[in-house]
């Protein structure tokens, strides 16, 4: 594919770095030649400096070839307009990047979809999402539902008190659960591996199983882990994602704390919210963090946009006794630092948007993907199109790329665990984990053929 993508920021950095490993011609347009070295010399692309407004910026990077183009600078307004004359100058497909959730109140879409601008995605409201999905859940660092939470993907602690220590995994696959879960990956020490059956589980370790909903319900009571209703939240940080946050679970959550130290912030956001109690305080004084119930209460979020205060707020809350603590790391080198000192979740919001954005290169068939944090692998839900290679032939004989593992299969709404023998039919829901280097060749499995 032919992409141009305009706004070398922290999402177009993470993009362009992941699109020009693959058999992509990438284009990356931006006005601070700083940003435009720092990308040359971490990935092989070709890139402009100018803004993405401009008529002859676009010719030059060759938009009437472009099958896809996104706009992902700071401003907005820069992404709309670069997204409008990008269409009408030819390219195929178009992304612009939001910052105001009114874009996305359906008329609005409605507009900006007949102007030409295929998808609009705004990072802050996919990261407040992942941030709801997470809540009320615990032992788990990461949980994706699929086909309507039929299949669970999800990220699990191996610790010294677990069962499964010292268990290969042949021994753990002859428990009475084992057709409802199956282990796509180990991660340890910072290494993925994608295991055989003769791989022992280690303390430390961090274990990616796809599971139905009674195989998840089986590794919560095993590893301590357990679902429950989240009644009372602090969120630190009134960012963007702490905003989207707090308005998308008011009516939802009985008792919602939205901490902000900037006292301007305070007035200018206050008339938003109708039952989340904005506190003007320095999240990072736990004296303040307990007097407001932070030993009581069930969730905790960090989200400031430092991930420094974000790391250090949350053990904070967690040597408080808080049941769960979530806290956005967008700082990679700490991802791991936050997982291996007990902090429950992590989201990165460059990831998640990257991911979205992602789908959209791999043609039919990409129903969801997701990078997960912290290691160089994704979760991909396919839909198996006509007469994809996919359908032909049992899973063991297809000829799956090496780092790939199928591990669901969702068909007439019933969930199954894959197996070699598993077979997929036209329109099945395939979820698969694999390692970067084994995502792009996925796709041709899914495609229509004839």
């Not at 086909?147 to 699990?156: I, K, N, P």
């Not at 939240?233 to 900037?262: H, M, P, Q």
């Not at 694999?434 to 499995?445: Q, Y």
């Amino acid at each position: 594919m032919n992409i141009i993508i305009a706004g070398i920021g922290e999402v177009g950095t993470q993009v362009a770095i992941k699109l020009s490993k693959s058999a992509h011609r990438v284009v990356a347009i931006d006005p601070d030649p700083e940003n435009l070295q720092w990308l040359n010399d971490q990935a092989d692309l070709i890139t402009l400096t100018g803004s993405a407004t401009s008529i002859p910026i676009l010719k030059k990077a060759e938009i009437a070839h472009a099958d896809l183009f996104i706009a992902v600078a700071h401003a907005e307004e820069t992404n709309i307009v670069a997204a409008l004359l990008a269409k009408k100058l030819g390219a195929a497909k178009v992304i612009a990047r939001i910052d105001t959730n009114e874009y996305l109140e359906k008329d609005n879409e409605e507009l900006l979809k007949s102007m030409g601008i295929n998808t609009l995605i705004y990072p802050e409201k996919l990261a407040s999402r992942a941030v709801i999905s997470m809540l009320g859940e615990t032992g788990t660092s990461e949980m994706l539902d699929f086909g309507e939470g039929r299949l669970v993907f999800s990220t699990l602690q191996i610790d010294n008190s677990s069962p499964f220590v010292g268990q290969s995994l042949k021994a753990i696959a002859k428990r009475p659960w084992k057709d409802d879960y199956r282990i796509a990956a180990i991660s340890r020490i910072g290494e993925t591996i994608i295991p055989r059956g003769d791989d022992v589980l280690l303390p430390g370790d961090n274990i990616y199983v796809i599971s139905t909903k009674r195989g998840i319900e089986e590794w919560r009571r095993l590893l301590g882990g357990e679902h429950f209703q989240v009644d009372s939240l602090i969120v630190v940080g009134a960012s963007r994602i702490g905003i989207r946050t707090c308005l998308d679970l008011e009516g939802k959550v009985k008792s919602i704390k939205l901490i902000e130290n900037d006292p301007a912030k305070c007035r200018a956001i206050r008339p938003l919210f109708r039952h989340t109690l904005l506190l003007n305080e320095d999240g990072r004084d736990t004296d303040f963090l307990i007097e407001e119930g932070l030993d009581s209460t069930d969730a905790f979020v960090a989200v400031t946009g430092d991930s420094e205060t974000n790391i250090l707020t949350c053990m904070a809350a967690k040597r408080a006794g808080t049941k769960q603590i979530i806290a956005e790391v967008e700082n990679f080198t700490y991802i791991s630092l936050a997982e291996s000192i007990g902090i429950d979740n992590v989201i990165n919001k460059k990831l998640i948007a990257a991911s979205y954005i992602y789908k959209y290169t791999m043609g039919g068939g990409v129903l969801h993907m997701h990078y997960l944090s912290g290691t160089d692998a994704e979760v991909v839900e396919f839909e198996a199109q006509k007469n994809s290679l996919a359908t032909r032939s049992r899973l063991k004989d297809l000829n799956f790329p090496k780092h790939a593992i199928a591990g669901g299969v969702i068909h007439d709404g019933e969930a199954t665990i894959a197996t070699g023998d598993t077979t997929i039919a036209e329109g099945d829901r395939v979820v698969v984990f694999a390692l970067g280097s084994a995502v792009d060749k996925l796709a041709k499995f899914f495609k229509a053929n004839g």
